[in-house]
T-cell receptor, first 111, second 115 residues
Framework: GENVEQHPSTLSVQEGDSAVIKCTYS??????FPWYKQELGKRPQLIID?????GEKKDQRIAVTLNKTAKHFSLHITETQPEDSAVYFC??????????FGAGTTVTVRA | EPEVTQTPSHQVTQMGQEVILRCVPI?????FYWYRQILGQKVEFLVS????????KSEIFDDQFSVERPDGSNFTLKIRSTKLEDSAMYFC?????????????FGEGSRLTVL
């Protein structure tokens, strides 16, 4: 099955700076990679996703890049704001059609 | 905007008791899932369900777990005899197309506490 590794586990940034979270996956057949934001006690919410026929996708301050050869993908948040503080999970849809999650990154944006 | 709804939001039960968690997926969705998140850990896949049968299940989903779609709207997860380690947040999710096309929509979760 798919194995997703996520780094770092915690990330503290100054408001206005950028945050980058990196994930690797093992199943070369995976071709859908969503990112979820989870606030304390709440459900994971999809913030952006990318499919394997695309190398980069951007939505306002959030961007995701995918390198299929290296089997890694990254989330970039620019101009961070306090409301960006949350746990972020990457995920990959493996060949078995199960969504496998990374371990999560706790992002803290310091005002 | 349509949402996945789950009940109860929180259930406390004694070890060994049966628990049923309920979900109402988005109405035109065909693929249904249960995920589990132990406090402070990652979200883990339990089971997927399509066309009235389980399509995939993880090693966590042992004989103590079962799922059912008793009518056209509800999707339930039953834990037959709860253990302490079943304490977690259980998320239901649904997808319109499943497979490699569909994004998952998660419910708010049901927190299960086993004492």
């Amino acid at each position: 099955g798919e194995n997703v590794e996520q780094h770092p586990s915690t990330l503290s940034v100054q408001e206005g700076d950028s945050a980058v979270i990196k994930c690797t996956y093992s199943d070369s057949a995976s071709n859908y990679f969503p990112w979820y934001k989870q606030e304390l006690g709440k459900r994971p919410q999809l913030i952006i996703d990318i499919r394997s026929n695309v190398g980069e996708k951007k939505d306002q301050r959030i961007a995701v890049t995918l390198n299929k050869t290296a089997k890694h993908f990254s989330l970039h948040i620019t101009e961070t704001q306090p409301e960006d503080s949350a746990v972020y999970f990457c995920a990959a849809l493996g060949d078995d059609y199960k969504l496998s999650f990374g371990a999560g990154t706790t992002v803290t944006v310091r005002a | 905007e349509p949402e996945v709804t789950q009940t109860p939001s929180h259930q406390v039960t004694q070890m060994g008791q049966e628990v049923i968690l309920r979900c109402v997926p988005i109405s035109n969705h065909l693929y249904f899932y249960w995920y589990r998140q132990i406090l402070g850990q990652k979200v883990e896949f339990l089971v997927s369900f399509y066309n009235n049968e389980i399509s995939e299940k993880s090693e966590i989903f042992d004989d103590q777990f079962s799922v059912e779609r008793p009518d056209g709207s509800n999707f339930t997860l039953k834990i037959r005899s709860t253990k302490l380690e079943d304490s977690a947040m259980y998320f239901c999710a649904s997808s319109r197309t499943g497979g490699r096309l569909g994004e998952l929509f998660f419910g708010e979760g049901s927190r299960l506490t086993v004492l």
